[in-house]
């Protein structure tokens, strides 16, 4: 548990409610990632484009926000995944396409979901955590990669 | 420009909280979802803190009868669990044990330059692109 950061992993978690809260006050939208994302892919590819302005001016600022963050409070920034490229890859596809089917990530149902008291995002929420930790431990303690 | 202004304000706010959390990084993630392992449990102190911030915010929203910017809130309408949720759940924690990156902070990594979050990111984006791609087609 050397890791283990509580104050500053809370102090973190409570900007992104202060986020979810800035979008929702400010443009009536749900802070969800992947349908942020999405939606940009989507407008790129000739469907809707009403919602592009706010969605692209956030991810302006998502990428800004290290780069912000590490020159102001000098953090060093993290380690990448180790994985190989092929698993980065499958991974990337799951995650990709596993957001858009459930319609969410763990910004929209995990915080803002479960804020709301969603039944949806309690549901999506209990089932890609429990994966994930399945998968953690098939990948580490039963395969020992 | 009003909402334009509110996207990169909220982006800005949601960049620096997964940078002070400490989830920007797949191993502190990777190490919450390990609870056989050397458990860290600062992602639940994320969520314990995000959740409660937005459940008042939400609350307070009531208030108004629209955002500032826009002519409704739009919540989500669906309730129904169906089998997409299910199996986008399933799929999505599949791929978020494998690397420990969810869209958020893989996005945002990005611009650390490190090849591993590069190739993360196109592989989700062609995934998303994929799944709506076979959505319309469905859908005519």
């Given amino acids: 548990m050397d890791g283990f950061t509580p104050a500053s992993s809370a102090m973190g978690g409570a900007l992104i409610g202060a986020a979810a809260v800035a979008l929702w006050l400010g443009v009536g939208r749900i802070m969800g990632i992947s349908g942020i994302v999405g939606g940009i892919l989507a407008s790129m590819a000739g469907g809707e484009k009403h919602d592009l302005g706010w969605r692209a001016a956030f991810l ?9 963050v590490d020159t102001v409070g000098g953090i060093v920034e993290p380690a990448p995944s180790d994985a190989p490229a092929l698993v980065l890859i499958a991974a990337g596809l799951l995650v990709g396409f596993g957001t858009r089917l459930g319609a969410g990530c763990t910004s929209g149902h995990g915080v803002c979901g479960l804020a709301r008291a969603s039944k949806r995002s309690v549901v999506a929420t209990s089932l890609f955590m429990t994966t994930a930790v399945a998968v ?7 395969l020992g990669a | 420009m009003a909402s334009l202004f509110v996207g990169l304000a909220a982006g800005l706010l949601f960049g620096a909280g997964l940078v002070i959390s400490g989830m920007i990084g797949p191993a502190k993630v990777l190490a919450f979802l390990d609870i056989a392992g050397d458990w860290d449990p600062s992602l639940a102190f994320v969520m314990a803190a995000a959740i409660p911030v937005t459940a008042l915010g939400f609350k307070l929203a009531r208030r108004r009868d629209g955002p500032l910017r826009g002519d409704r809130f739009s919540a989500p309408t669906r309730t129904a669990v169906d089998g997409k949720l299910i199996l986008g759940a399933l799929l999505f924690g599949a791929g978020w044990g494998l690397v420990g990156y969810c869209p958020g902070p893989a996005l945002a990594a990005l611009v650390y330059g490190q090849s591993a979050t590069w190739i993360f990111v196109v592989a989700m984006a062609v995934g998303m692109v994929a799944h709506d791609f076979s959505s319309w087609r469905r859908n005519g």
Avoid: D, E, N, Q
């Fill in chain 1, 60 to 68: 302006v600022g998502l990428l800004a926000a290290p780069i912000l």
């Fill in chain 1, 136 to 142: 953690v431990f098939i990948t580490r303690h039963v």
